[in-house]
Structure formats: structure tokens, C-alpha cells
């Protein structure tokens, strides 16, 4: 099943709007924009997902729409996501969004993997770089 494409254009226009650089990727049969090299919110099918403060987590599955996210068949940490019902309100899209932004500072970043040896990558240049 494909991704809510007008969830994901209205995250971009959120972002644009507020001067946040993000790049976009397209992970987990979703897209993910990530922040600082680290993911701050997503789509996945129809709903919103939010990376938060842990602490914060309780108090947001008690909105309307939340629900933990689980791709594992358990809770992921930190992890939210939102249905429809739940961000279709512009000030209910632009709290979700908030959170995610607002954290995304403390998010750890996930650690790069790093290169075999004989491995071909990408240098900061975007030139070809092989690990010896």
C-alpha cells in the first residue's frame, strides 16, 4: 500500500514554512523526514508517525487518534503514530509536528554503518570513496 503523498506534502509545507532543513527519505514503506540526521516525523500508509520525547509519550497516546507504534509487534521508544482522526485539525497537525521538532535536538542519531573493507560510499563531496 502506498503512503498518504498529501500527509507527506503537508509536513514538507509545515517545514518550509517554518525554516526547518529536513531531507526526506523514503523508508519503512513510508517516507521519513529527518532532522540533524535524525528522523523527526514520517508517513506511513495514512498515518502520521512522531518521534517525541519518551517522557511525553503517555500524555500523547491519550490524544485522539494516537497509537504506540509498533513494526515488531512491540512498542518502539519514543515512537508515536497518528491517524487521521488525529491531525486533521490544522492546530492538531501542527502540535504533533511541534513535538517531534522540539525533540528531535535530544534524539540520538542511529549510527552509521560503516564500510567493508573493498566497499564503495559517498564522501560529504558526494565523490565516490572506498574504505580500505
Known sequence: MAYNETLAAAIREHFRRHHLTYEEKRMMGGSCFMVRDKMCVGVYRDQLMVRLDPAER???LQRRGCAPMEFTGRPLRGFVVVSSEGWADQRDFDHWLTLAKDFNPQAVSSKKKRLKAGSVGRNSSGSR???K
Request: hydrophobic share 50%.
Open 58 to 60: 503517555t500524555a500523547a
Open 129 to 131: 570513496a572506498t574504505k
